[in-house]
């Protein structure tokens, strides 16, 4: 399987995916700079977290615009993988590819600590390994983490099973106490209607591995990896 990492000015995860591609899952990975026009022969485009474009103006906002936004649009349209980290799930709202919008968390901090997310959707690309309800400890960074939705489109992600992860305790409850952020329903991520684009916003790539003393987010790379290997993912 070959994956491209898109490396937008201030993104700072994108070699912490590209490791986890290439030295954990033993995968083929290229870096993606943020103005190539044409993605070809890749079958995952990851967006990794960051600060793209140091998030002066709003996270994602500029980044959106970047010539190589057209092409994972164009790559998502045609059924290809996307996934987004983080900043990059930021990216993915700003350039419509998921729905809602994020905003600056209910402490109005940034935030640096391990969270628990439960698994919402077990059918998806990226949770296909996963037991329905399988509670994952993830780790989260970020200040603008806060997803919102109106209630016309909650409804819709509700109905069409496209919220993949809620924040919730260590059994499992959901709670307003394991939101870290206020996201809306306690949202850490979401899929889009034909959830072959996920966006979340824990960092799976920050505990894939024993050496980290967590490896709960390798299930989310091993089931894109087993969703690939099964041909459901199409060539793009």
């Known amino acids: 399987m070959r994956f491209g990492v898109v490396v937008f000015p201030g993104s700072n995860c994108d070699a912490d995916v590209y490791h986890v591609l290439g030295q954990v ?38 980044a959106r615009f970047s010539p190589v936004m057209q092409a994972v ?27 809602g919008a994020m905003r600056v968390n209910k402490t109005v901090q940034f935030i640096c600590r391990d969270v628990w997310v439960r698994v919402e959707n077990a059918g998806t690309p ?43 305790e260590p059994s499992g409850g959901i709670t307003e106490e394991a939101n870290p952020n206020g996201s809306l329903a306690n949202i850490a991520g979401i899929v889009n209607r034909r959830g072959n684009v996920l966006g979340l916003m824990p960092h799976p790539e920050r505990c ?9 987010g390798l299930v989310i790379w091993q089931s894109i990896l087993e969703w690939w290997k099964s041909g459901k993912a199409p060539a793009v």
């Open 73 to 99: 649009t164009e790559f998502a349209e045609q059924g290809g993988l996307v996934l987004g980290i983080c900043n990059g799930f930021q990216i993915l709202l700003e350039a419509g590819l998921l729905p």
């Open 126 to 168: 990226y949770t296909c390994l996963a037991r329905p309800g399988q509670v994952l400890r993830l780790p989260i960074a970020h200040k603008e983490g806060n997803y919102y939705c109106d209630p016309q489109t909650l409804g819709e992600l509700e109905a069409n099973g496209q919220i993949a992860f809620r924040y919730c």
């Open 25 to 62: 899952l033993g995968q083929e990975a290229a870096y993606v700079w943020h103005r190539e026009e044409r993605l070809s022969g890749f079958d995952c485009v990851v967006l990794p977290g960051g600060f793209s474009y140091g998030d002066y103006l709003r996270t994602g906002a500029i």
């Open 208 to 216: 894939a591995e024993a050496v980290l003393g967590n490896r709960d």
